[in-house]
């Protein structure tokens, strides 16, 4: 059982927005601001997309956006785009020093 | 930009140890203010955090993997490793490992080795 929830699945048609969340607790996403968030092609490791709830790295295109309420935190992509079609993980890090993940949301292009 | 890549066996029968190591390159494990991490993903699921530890040799394990999990380095040898005990077949998972910031964000990963916990 993940640590973090976000839903299983999200879908849009090219060019729209689509937002993913990413539901913890005090303990872990509304209590600090280190949430990631990370994309995962089939077969492929994960590669960071957002840091800190809204830091992007170096390359990463500026479609990607990340946000945090309380204790959820929220992946956007806009212009959704065919290559954007992959499996999205939140993770935080926690009160006692760890690492949290969510369980992952299947992003499919239309 | 810095590189790493698994390596260790990739079938490991049940009740033993699984060691993998990480071997790290275009950049070194003793500097810097980064933290060598494992992760690990059973097929067709989520990631799940193993642990990490600090060029200081200071360690922290995901509390549900602890009482198994030992991770060191090897500096003369720029790399770290993973030893998981008592292996059963929930063990079974692609292992990556990855160099991450002070606040567990994962810069850069490896790109994953399958282990099967299988007799």
């Known amino acids: 059982q993940s640590a973090l929830t976000q839903p299983a699945s999200v879908s849009g048609s090219p060019g729209q927005s689509i937002t993913i969340s990413c539901t913890g607790s005090?303990?872990?996403?509304?209590?600090?601001?280190?949430v990631s968030w990370y994309q995962q092609h089939p077969g492929k490791a994960p590669k960071l997309m957002i840091y800190?709830?809204?830091n992007r790295p170096s390359g990463v295109s500026n479609r990607f956006s990340g946000s945090k309420s309380g204790n959820t935190a929220s992946l956007t992509i806009s212009g959704l785009q065919a290559e954007d079609e992959a499996d999205y993980y939140c993770?935080?890090?926690?009160?006692?020093?760890?690492?949290?993940f969510g369980g992952g949301t299947k992003v499919t292009v239309l | 930009q810095v590189q790493l890549q698994e390596s260790g066996p990739g079938l490991v029968r049940p009740s033993q140890t699984l060691s993998l190591t990480c071997t790290v390159s275009?950049?070194?494990?003793?500097?810097?203010?980064?933290?060598w991490t494992w992760i690990r993903q059973p097929a067709g699921k989520g990631l799940e955090w193993i642990g990490r530890?600090?060029?200081?040799?200071?360690?922290t394990y995901n509390p549900s993997l602890k009482s198994r999990v030992t991770i060191s380095t090897d500096t003369s040898k720029n790399q770290f490793s993973l030893k998981l005990n008592s292996v059963t077949a929930a063990d079974t998972a692609v292992y990556y490992c990855?160099?991450?910031?002070?606040?567990?964000?994962?810069?850069?990963w490896g790109q994953g080795t399958l282990v099967t916990v299988s007799s």
């Open positions: 993770s935080s890090y926690t009160t006692i020093s760890t690492l949290g």
């Open positions: 530890i600090y060029t200081s040799g200071s360690t």
């Open positions: 275009a950049g070194s494990i003793s500097s810097g203010t980064y933290y």
């Open positions: 990855a160099r991450a910031g002070l606040y567990y964000d994962i810069l850069n």
């Open positions: 800190e709830v809204t």
């Open positions: 005090g303990s872990d996403v509304g209590g600090y601001n280190y």
